[in-house]
């Protein structure tokens, strides 16, 4: 499907529809772009993260410019999945998101926390947002995460070869994960109608 293609499903459908279809659905376009198996390898990828993570392989999933070869941010223009892309994970948890809120709270009574407003206004809706390289500030919570991810990032980019820095966005249900996407996918919808 081309970008204008897409442009018309996102015009002519549903919040729900798309959201189901484009952001839940097995269709992964990074695995189809990169091997005939598609599928398979995208069940490969989330067992492989299921088992290093220790989260449930149905609380995993590919989102974004990865997922649909095309960005779904308000602000992007539909750009294309490229070299220097974030490949974005969602991770359903809230035993993890509740132990990254509790150091996150126990980080700012204490010193200055990096991208404050930004962190806060995650929590408020639902999740929280890591890379491999984000400040620990010395908190075993996130200085654990961190080995964690770095311990298995490189077999994680040989075996599927993602040369990508991941995001990965901890949700405390799925339910956040719905509410959240719908909420973009309305103002991309919004944005479409007021450019034409």
Same mark, same amino acid.
């Given at each position: 499907m081309n970008k204008e293609q897409l442009i018309e499903k996102i015009k002519t459908n549903q919040e729900i529809d798309i959201?189901?279809?484009?952001?839940?659905?097995?269709?992964?376009?990074?695995?189809?772009?990169?091997?005939p198996d598609f599928s398979s390898d995208y069940d490969k990828f989330k067992k492989y993260i299921s088992r290093n993570l220790e989260i449930p392989f149905n609380n995993i999933s590919i989102v974004g410019s990865a997922k649909t070869r095309y960005s779904f941010s308000p602000t992007k223009n539909f750009?294309? *999945?490229?070299?220097?892309? #974030?490949? @974005?994970?969602?991770?359903?948890?809230?035993? /993890?998101?509740?132990?990254?809120?509790e150091a996150y709270r126990q980080i700012s009574s204490n010193q200055y926390l990096h991208e404050f407003n930004?962190?806060?206004?995650?929590?408020?809706?639902? *999740?929280?947002?890591?890379? #491999?390289? @984000?400040?620990?500030?010395?908190?075993?919570? /996130?200085?654990?995460?961190?080995?964690?991810?770095?311990?298995?990032?490189?077999?994680l980019q040989l075996k599927f070869n993602i040369q990508h820095d991941i995001n990965y966005r901890i949700y405390s249900d799925w339910e956040s994960v719905e509410s959240y996407h719908l909420k973009g996918i309305t103002k991309l919808k919004n944005t479409l109608d007021e450019t034409n």
């Open positions: 959201y189901y279809d484009y952001l839940l659905g097995q269709e992964v376009w990074y695995f189809q772009n990169n091997g750009s294309e *999945f490229h070299e220097d892309s #974030d490949f @974005d994970l969602i991770i359903v948890s809230n035993k /993890l998101f509740s132990r990254i809120w930004n962190k806060c206004g995650n929590v408020f809706n639902g *999740f929280v947002s890591l890379k #491999d390289n @984000d400040r620990t500030y010395g908190h075993a919570t /996130l200085e654990n995460w961190q080995k964690l991810i770095l311990s298995f990032k490189a077999r």
